[in-house]
């Protein structure tokens, strides 16, 4: 089984139509969205909407996970600032937010988002970041509130150990703490989103390679990228540049 990852997206609709014109090539493969589809950029909600229909389509072959520009309440509260999602939609569609999310977008979106993706042996996918409490499978599909928003918030560092993260939640997350991580639920490698700024050429590798960020937005002012994956082969490439016609390999052997 063949995979196509995006990172976050954040209202780049021209990117994320580039996107689909590649899944929509390949007739088997799936296709992991990271999360952060919405905000920032002009067009969050045409995204979103395009998921909904999307994923009724091909369903199992789209996965979407949850980034925290989607950690909303059932009625559409919303936890972080600036939020631009709310007035986007009271914008194009004129109807009340919270009627807008409770009526369409939870039942069809939001409340259907994962907070995890795993290929086994070979690859954890998440928004953001790791904890060390994480010990077993377990633990990521049963998560404790704190761990949860440590999926969603958290940074690797160039370091060992855990240290608050500037952001206000989740943490910064060292080398040992990935290591451990991996150890625990046998993969090889932690792909995730949540910084674009870093990933300002399309990704950024680190913890010996054992950790890639992956942006696929230009709203930051960067390369969008895409990854390929064949876990059967143990071949990851990144797509980027202009019609993701730039290819370039990553080498996987070595890593954990």
Not at 136 to 150: A, G, H, R, V
Request: with cysteine.
């Amino acid at each position: 089984m063949e995979y196509l990852v995006v990172g976050d997206l954040h209202g780049d609709f021209e990117t994320f139509r580039q996107i689909l014109k590649i899944f929509e090539s390949k007739k088997k493969a799936r296709i992991i969205f990271l999360g952060d589809y919405g905000d920032r950029g002009e067009k969050g909600l045409e995204i979103i909407e395009s998921l909904i229909r999307l994923k009724k389509q091909f369903e199992e072959r789209i996965i979407l996970l949850k980034g925290n520009h989607e950690d909303y309440s059932e009625e559409g509260e919303w936890y972080w600032a600036p939020c631009t999602l709310p007035l986007e939609v009271e914008e194009k569609r004129k109807v009340p937010w919270k009627e807008y999310f409770r009526n369409y977008l939870y039942p069809n979106f939001f409340s259907t988002l994962k907070l995890f993706y795993l290929i086994p042996n070979f690859a954890l996918f998440v928004h953001a970041g790791i904890s060390s409490k994480i010990k077993s499978l377990s633990d990521l599909k049963n998560p404790s509130k704190d761990l949860y928003l440590k999926l969603l918030w958290s940074d690797p560092f160039e370091g060992n150990g855990e240290l608050p993260n500037p952001r206000g939640l989740g943490i910064l997350f060292g080398e040992d703490v990935t290591e451990k991580v991996l150890k625990a639920l046998g993969v090889k490698i932690i792909i995730r989103a949540h910084e674009p700024g870093k990933a300002r050429e399309g990704f950024w590798v680190e913890h010996k390679g054992k950790v890639i960020t992956l942006s696929s937005t230009r709203v930051y002012g960067g390369i969008p990228a895409i990854m390929e994956i064949d876990p059967k082969e143990r071949k990851i490439e990144f797509l980027r540049g202009p019609g993701f016609s730039e290819r370039k390999s990553f080498p996987l052997s070595g890593n954990g």
